[in-house]
């Protein structure tokens, strides 16, 4: 496990409020939220640095990290008004830590890259 923030998280070594977790996958909420729910997916065992490091033997946990936000969001009752997802990849994309995460955004009108909207 790397030692970013989130590996701390996952070896629970600093506190975060977690919502989900399953085998592969956690998440926890953002603890600097850009709409009312943000929560961060994380993959436990495999910290990829970014979207761009990703390879083809990736694709099921990629394709994990996906259905674990939307797991969440259905239990939440987040799909009746619709929620985003939303991975950066790099610094100019706003990635500020390097192990791969799923943003879930929503609970507010989103408008364009994540901002509250309209």
Avoid: S, W
């Avoid at 969001?73 to 997802?85: H, I, K, S, T």
């Avoid at 507010?108 to 890259?113: K, M, Q, T, V």
């Amino acid at each position: 496990m790397t030692d970013t923030i989130f590996g701390k998280i996952i070896r629970r070594e600093i506190p975060a409020t977690i919502v989900y977790e399953d085998e592969d996958i956690l998440g926890f909420k953002d603890i600097a939220p850009q709409a009312p729910v943000h929560v961060l997916f994380v993959p436990k065992h495999e910290p990829i640095r970014t979207l761009d490091d990703a390879r083809p033997e990736h694709a099921q946990l990629l394709g994990r990290l996906m259905l674990a936000a939307a797991e969440y969001a259905r239990r939440q009752g987040l799909e009746r008004d619709g929620y985003r997802v939303v991975m950066n990849c790099r610094d100019h994309a706003g990635q500020t830590v390097f192990h791969i995460h799923l943003h879930l955004l929503a609970g507010a009108p989103l408008g364009h890259f994540g901002v509250p909207g309209r």
